[in-house]
Structure formats: C-alpha cells, structure tokens
C-alpha cells in the first residue's frame, strides 16, 4: 500500500508560480513513474505531467513550457514547479503512483489562479 500526501497549493495571480510536492509513504525508487493530474470543476481528470524512473518526463501539451516534473528518490518526492500560470491551470491537482496494477491517489492539493 501506498499513502501520497500533496501539499503547495493555493492562490496565485496569473503569470505567478507554485511548487506542488508530492510525499509518498515508501521507497518511490520502486515505482516505474509517478504522475500529476488535476481536475477542474466540471470535467474530466487530466495527465497533467509524468516522471519515470529513468528520469525521461511527459506534459501535457497545455503545460508544455511552463510546468516542470521531478521526482527527489532520497526524499520520497514529486514535484511540480508550475511557472507562467494561466486561470485555466485552476483544478484540483492530484499525484498519481501506479503499483502492483494498482492506482493510488493523494488527497489533491487545490490550485486556484486569479485573473
């Protein structure tokens, strides 16, 4: 089993910056990737960026640019340092682990961008 616990959201204004961390409960040196996802009021869960464990990265074409994805194995972390924000980054952002054909969430971490 795995616990995640998101923490870094907030309030920001357009063009501002957050870093969203992402604490697992165990070793994530064991975990093939590791992913963020968010959720906007209304529609669907989103990829929103993924790390693997050999260190290649993928975005979402919406994030491309301006998110940047990490993952600190010593400390059990993913990161998700989010520059350039646009309202349309508002959503719950959830972090994402893949383990034994099982899919666990953290608690989501809301992010909210002002016009």
């Known amino acids: ?3 995640l616990v998101e923490s870094g959201g907030g309030l920001v204004q357009a063009g501002g910056s957050l870093r969203l961390s992402c604490a697992a409960s165990r ?3 064991m975990f093939n990737a590791m992913g963020w996802y968010r959720q906007a009021p209304g529609k669907q869960r989103e990829l929103v960026a993924r790390v693997h464990s050999v260190g290649s990265t993928n975005y979402a074409d919406s994030v ?3 998110f940047t994805i990490s993952r600190d194995n ?8 989010m520059n350039s924000l646009k309202p349309e980054d ?3 952002y959830y972090c994402n682990v893949n383990y034994v054909r099982y899919d666990y969430w953290g608690q989501g971490t809301q992010v ?3 016009s």
């Not at 010593?74 to 340092?81: D, G, M, R, S």
């Open 1 to 3: 089993q795995v616990q």
């Open 27 to 29: 070793s994530i040196s």
């Open 64 to 66: 491309k640019g301006r």
């Open 74 to 81: 010593a400390k059990n972390t993913v990161y998700l340092q």
């Open 90 to 92: 508002t959503a719950v």
């Open 112 to 114: 909210t961008v002002s």
